[in-house]
């Protein structure tokens, strides 16, 4: 799960990274009560969950209360890459003097957190890894050791930090290794980390996102969820327990296995056609669910055709053909189906499905052939 | 033979009380595995699986008395953590971990863990071991393959069935077929699995399924034209997966570019690996 700018600050900032000063805003009036308690000169930043808000022209100086209000004003009513901006962020301007870019990020290859640190901040941190990887650093971090103080001095040295600033960056980045902990983020981004005028470090954007399967832990970061950033039937999926990812073919697709789903996926491609969806119902098969998933595929006007391909192992396939007859029931579907039942008690779930108005495949080449022609596609 | 489960292992189930445990416990009884113990927290002294089997509190207790040399956990996200490191801290060798879902952050901790103790991990998040005939350590379905010489190692679940389902309408069966999970970080890996393989002496040829995300496939494509002597055949799911989405496994997500089927394809084509285009068309190469 991605937080929004304020709601990875509001985590900094109880953690001890130093942030702007600054509060939310969901109208432009707001926005300008706010100026004016922080002396004028703001930044108005949309909240929205995309790279490239600033050059989007989401993110803007304001010299006065009254241009921060007609600022807030045009950005409340913009779409950025899609999404559209209900809430902005409104801090403080800092002078800066030089942009820092660091982060803790989980790494898979070394199975531990790894700091990232680069003295060119400010920018897209992956062009500065294509373009000049020197100016980036990563130490590893030992998960049961945790940041130790002489890392994080490595880190300093590494981006040329000024001395006297090293103390108070042990601190941040601290703080930083301790908002990633505390909340199981895979991601804590500081960009940029900036040196004030004034000689201060300051985080002046941030950015955290959260292991989705560690928000049992954090019911104080599940209200956080933006569901503008997903397709309505991915949240609506989540509700039953079903994995799906909406895509942009017509051969909407039912599996059980996350694997066997993608392969699904993989072989309608190969023959022509183009998956609506990624679909995994799971283990079990209940009515209930097959149902659910029913609903959420033919809810995309652009599916010609349902594939289900469902393997039975420890769940029978009788037992699975009961539940898709019950759904079929329940949910009315008016395109053609295409249905493969393989392993444990296959025979006895086909003679349940006979008098059903589907077509059925052995194979799974057969099944992706049959679902493409009759969707119209391939050759 | 086979890899590293046998109708020798002393088999221990955590959480054999909950309802996923005793179900698949049960599974894993019929079919022949050596479970000589369960554990449950506060049910210690109870029997299960028609009074064969006994529970107790802790692992380290129930290792003392059974001499338990395999643990599988069944316990959920929240509590697998704690069931790893308590495997690991009464030095079970080998610890399968079933559960899907447990926090990297978890994971991380347990695996530096584990790696300092020498003792080995299979998943989180995965389906298990079989070794046809022999013993069902997991939850992989008993009757969909055979004994055989062919030792099969895969992310995924229902894919892998699919396989040797496959494989044994063609005749074929398996040494030893492991799941090694769908998590970003886990444990026993492609590489450490094909050595297992390549030194079995009932293992003739190997299939290797994988799947977007990540860089084990490339890492196991190293090691195949190196160091093996066995033919390896693989499928690779997700070729159609758009990046930035996680495929339904934790693990499964093209990150920044990498991770892709097409790069993990040609790295082991390279090797030498023969791809199969579907998986169906694993049994008639393996057939060849």
Redo the contacts between chains.
């Keep these: 799960m991605k937080l929004h700018e304020y709601q990875s600050k509001k985590i900094f900032e109880v953690n001890g990274v130093p942030i702007p000063r600054g509060r939310v805003a969901n109208s432009a009036s707001e926005v300008k009560q706010i100026a004016e308690e922080l002396g004028g000169r703001v930044v108005v930043k949309s909240q929205v969950l995309v790279g490239g808000r600033g050059k989007a022209g989401g993110i803007r100086l304001a010299k006065t209360p009254s241009e921060a209000k007609d600022l807030a004003t045009i950005i409340l009513g913009m779409e950025i890459k899609g999404l559209p901006v209900r809430k902005l962020l409104v801090d403080e301007a800092v002078g800066i003097k030089h942009e820092i870019y660091l982060a803790v990020v989980?790494d898979?290859?070394s199975?531990?957190?790894v700091i990232i640190a680069s003295e060119a901040g400010g920018i897209d941190i992956?062009e500065v890894a294509q373009e000049t990887p020197e100016k980036i650093i990563k130490i590893m971090i030992?998960?049961?050791m945790g940041l130790q103080d002489f890392q994080a001095r490595d880190i300093a040295l590494g981006i040329d930090l000024p001395r006297p600033l090293w103390k108070n960056f042990v601190q941040i980045l601290h703080g930083l290794y301790n908002a990633y902990?505390a909340t199981?983020a895979?991601l804590a981004e500081i960009n940029p980390l900036v040196i004030t005028e004034n000689d201060k470090l300051l985080a002046l954007d941030a950015k955290m996102v959260i292991?989705d399967?560690?928000l049992?832990?954090h019911p104080e970061l599940i209200e956080f969820r933006d569901l503008d950033v997903e397709d309505p039937a991915e949240t609506e999926a989540r509700k039953y327990g079903l994995?799906f990812?909406k895509?942009d073919g017509e051969i909407g697709c039912m599996?059980?296995?996350?694997?066997?789903?993608?392969?699904t996926?993989?072989?309608?491609?190969?023959h022509g056609g183009n998956?609506a969806n990624?679909l995994?119902i799971g283990g079990g098969a209940g009515s209930s669910k097959v149902s659910a998933a029913l609903r959420i595929i033919l809810s995309d006007p652009k599916v010609k055709v349902i594939l289900i391909n469902i393997?039975g192992?420890?769940t029978r396939c009788d037992e699975v053909a009961k539940g898709i007859l019950a759904a079929f029931e329940e949910v009315k579907v008016k395109v053609p189906v295409v249905i493969r039942l393989?392993?444990?008690n296959a025979e006895e779930g086909r003679a349940l499905l006979a008098g059903a108005d589907m077509e059925t495949a052995d194979?799974?080449?057969e099944a992706a052939q049959k679902a493409v022609s009759m969707a119209g596609e391939g050759v | 033979m086979s890899i590293l489960v046998n109708k020798s292992s002393r088999i221990l189930v955590q959480g054999i009380t909950g309802n996923e445990g005793i179900f698949?416990a049960s599974?894993m009884f019929d079919y022949g595995t050596n479970i000589v113990a369960g554990v449950t927290p506060g049910k210690g002294g109870e029997w299960v699986l028609n009074g064969k089997v006994p529970v107790f509190d802790s692992v380290k207790v129930a290792a003392e008395a059974t001499g338990a040399d395999v643990s599988v956990i069944f316990v959920p996200?929240?509590f697998a953590s704690d069931a790893m490191i308590e495997a690991a801290d009464a030095n079970i060798p080998l610890v399968i971990c079933i559960t899907e879902?447990?926090?990297?952050?978890?994971?991380?901790?347990v695996?530096?863990?584990l790696d300092q103790k020498n003792i080995k991990l299979v998943g989180p998040n995965c389906p298990g071991l079989l070794t046809p005939g022999e013993a069902k350590v997991g939850?992989?379905?008993g009757?969909?393959t055979k004994p055989g010489n062919i030792g099969v190692v895969?992310?995924?679940?229902?894919?892998?069935?699919?396989v040797l389902?496959a494989m044994k309408n063609q005749g074929l069966g398996a040494s030893t077929c492991i799941g090694i999970g769908?998590d970003?970080?886990h444990g026993i890996n492609f590489l450490q699995t094909l050595e297992l393989f390549e030194a079995d002496p009932q293992t003739d040829q190997i299939v290797m399924?994988g799947?977007?995300g990540?860089?084990d496939e490339q890492k196991a494509a190293d090691y195949i034209s190196r160091y093996m002597t066995k033919p390896v055949v693989s499928?690779i799911?997700?070729?159609?997966?758009?990046p930035g989405?996680r495929?339904?496994?934790?693990?499964?997500i093209i990150e920044?570019g990498t991770g892709t089927?097409e790069e993990k394809i040609e790295a082991l084509r390279s090797a030498g690996v023969q791809i199969a285009?579907?998986?169906?068309e694993i049994a008639q190469i393996l057939n060849r």
């Excluded at chain 2, 799911?237 to 758009?242: D, S």
């Excluded at chain 2, 495929?247 to 499964?252: I, K, N, V, W, Y």
């Design positions: 989980d898979r290859a199975r531990s957190p992956e030992d998960p049961l902990k199981d895979s292991d399967n560690a049992f832990r994995s990812i895509l599996v059980n296995g996350a694997g066997l789903a993608m392969a996926m993989d072989i309608i491609k190969q998956p990624f995994d393997f192992g420890i393989v392993g444990t194979s799974l080449v | 698949h599974q996200a929240r879902g447990v926090p990297v952050h978890d994971m991380m901790r695996r530096e863990y939850i992989i379905p009757n969909i895969s992310r995924s679940g229902t894919l892998t069935y699919e389902y769908g970003p970080v399924i799947e977007i990540g860089t499928f799911a997700g070729q159609t997966a758009p989405k495929m339904g496994h934790a693990g499964a920044s089927a285009k579907h998986p169906e």
